[in-house]
């Protein structure tokens, strides 16, 4: 029933207008109310899209409600309907009518209110849509320092890396071309009619979202999902038989897998956090490689570390994922402009632990999915200034990717990511 899943889109929309990740919101409240399958899509959909959206929902309830509205999950409601009424093809009062309904099961008293904002919505759709043009925040559905920070570091670009965050995330596969060549894998997809497009020599798009278990071939490892921006890593960092290579930060795996592949490595993974390490696992088993994978910390003492020096050390910090907004969209509403701060601090802290480890000759390469310069190249500048034995090697980026310097600027096929590869001497 529609309006049973607009009140479990509202609770889930709800705890990220209190501040909570979507994604982590979006399975519990799942699991709390419901385990039914046949609406998933559905209110994932709804869920997604109204946060995307928020910036325009704001500005209609802010129009059309002159008091705050007390009760969270009411607002909530509004901002699902108002983007399902912009954006899906049912009739906008039945939409109306179902959102009643569930008002209903939030607060029995406040459903009348729903409808009076909803109906008056409806009434003056157009002349609200021509003053939300006005309003940039609004129009371009972000924070306010969001888009003046966009502007500011990309004065010829904003408008288009502003979009893109907008967009519905492409489906991008990494073939495994010892298992399978690329061209037999995408006979394959289109054998069962999934329309996709070959974006370079191992990855290939799929433009329709597909839950990764009915991917052919992904269970037996022969493809995996990866961004196109992310396939890089794995060739920049240029790896040679035998090396000894870290992945400093290491979970899911994604980019370990890609190295493994690509070469007979031996490899060290490293990861924090003890559910995501359960990931590298999973996801190295899948493919059918053999790693050593630790649920330790990369700090200044390294205790897990045997003194074996590494060739080359792939460290892909925790940043603000700035450059996979269209991915986890609650992530422009979540972040707080001091965050970067805090994320620059601890990514000078990762660079100065893991560098020691570093045999000299050796390679690192410092990665981030952010796209703002004081994660990027700040922390790069301010690592170099504090030491003699570094120097930064030129990268040189394939023709089919969109980036300025060191940085990938988001595109139709490909996140937002900054690498930089540095050398010991
Ligand atoms: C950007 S993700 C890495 C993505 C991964 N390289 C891939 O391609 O699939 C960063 C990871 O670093 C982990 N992490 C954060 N601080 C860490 C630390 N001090 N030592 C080891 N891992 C850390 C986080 O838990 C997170 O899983």
Redesign the pocket.
Known sequence: MMSQSQLLAAKIVEQVLLGKNLDKSFQLVLKKYNNEEENLSQIKDMTYGAIRDLGKSNFYINSLVKNKIENLCLEALLHIVLFQINHSRSNDFTLVNQAVDAAKKIDHKKSSFINAVLRNFLRNKDSLQKQLKENQSAMFSYPNWWIEKVKKQYPKNWEDILNIGNQHPPLALRVNSKKIKIKDYSDTLRKQRIDHTLVSDECLIIRKPLDVNKIPGFLDGKVSVQDLG?QL?AHIIDLKENQKVL??????????CHMLELNEIQLTA????NQ?TLKINNNIKRQGFKAKVLN????NQNEWWDKQYFDRI?L????SATGIVRRHVDIKWLRRINDFQNFADNQLF?LKAAWPMLKDGGKLLYVT?SIFEEENRGVIEKFKQGIDNVSEIDIVFPSNITHIKNQVLPSDNHDGLFYALLQKN
Request: aromatic share 0%.
């Open positions: 992310a890593a992945d400093a930060c290491s979970a899911p795996g994604g980019k370990a490293i990861e924090s956090d995501r330790e910390t990369i700090n792939l892909d910090v925790p940043c990762l999915c």
